[in-house]
T-cell receptor, first 116, second 111 residues
Framework: GAVVSQHPSWVICKSGTSVKIECRSL??????MFWYRQFPKQSLMLMAT?????????EQGVEKDKFLINHASLTLSTLTVTSAHPEDSSFYIC????????????FGPGTRLLVL | DAKTTQPTSMDCAEGRAANLPCNHS???????VYWYRQIHSQGPQYIIH???NNETNEMASLIITEDRKSSTLILPHATLRDTAVYYC????????????FGTGTRLQVTL
């Protein structure tokens, strides 16, 4: 299957700092990428849909000014958590679609963020 | 997208077939059934998807009932590495259609 990578795999930061997470589709081009967040013992929650060359679409309740998403190319989307606080500590996962009718989404390995 | 219902947890002995059921009684004609699994602390892994015909790949088989209101994911010979949370997701066709994750089924494969 298609491969999606994320970097970094884990990050620890101080409260108030910003953290950038990269999501790359390694062997295919992805017009659309998705960002999810998963808290312990919970399911994945979609945060936003990232479209190449345009603004991201955020789910209800997700602060667009806090979670900045950039999708500058067909293989790279970034999520920046601005002014991170301990409650932002979570597992952030991206996915990318292969496109087309009945397309499949492939997920990255996730980034674990711990804000102290 | 149609909502799905899955058992919270299941056990399976190693080497046996694991049959994971999913109900999606409100599925529409243009919605596919997708299965993903998530092993602890990893991103979800795509397993298989189908529209109305049964499907099989190297990982699993997907059996969809004729009325498409339910399906079963079959892992023919479960191993300890198949222990994971399995998600059944119904999703519209077409690019950029998001996946909505429910709580899934926690499959525990035992010796």
């Amino acid at each position: 299957g298609a491969v999606v990578s994320q970097h970094p795999s884990w990050v620890i930061c101080k409260s108030g700092t910003s953290v950038k997470i990269e999501c790359r589709s390694l062997d295919f081009q992805a017009t659309t990428m998705f960002w999810y967040r998963q808290f312990p013992k919970q399911s994945l929650m979609l945060m936003a849909t990232s479209n190449e060359g345009s603004k991201a679409t955020y789910e209800q309740g997700v602060e667009k000014d806090k979670f900045l998403i950039n999708h500058a190319s067909l293989t790279l989307s970034t999520l920046t958590v601005t002014s991170a606080h301990p409650e932002d500590s979570s597992f952030y996962i991206c996915s990318a679609g292969t496109g087309g009718f009945g397309e499949t989404q492939y997920f990255g390995p996730g980034t674990r963020l711990l804000v102290l | 997208d149609a909502k799905t219902t899955q058992p919270t947890s299941m056990d399976c002995a190693e080497g046996r077939a694991a049959n994971l059921p999913c109900n999606h009684s409100t599925i529409s004609g243009n919605e596919y059934v997708y299965w993903y699994r998530q092993i602890h602390s990893q991103g979800p892994q795509y397993i298989i998807h189908g529209l109305k015909n049964n499907e099989t790949n190297e990982m699993a088989s997907l059996i969809i009932t004729e009325d498409r209101k339910s399906s079963t994911l079959i892992l023919p010979h479960a191993t300890l590495r198949d222990t994971a949370v399995y998600y059944c997701i119904v999703r519209r066709t077409g690019t950029a259609s998001k996946l909505t994750f429910g709580t899934g089924t926690r499959l525990q494969v035992t010796l």
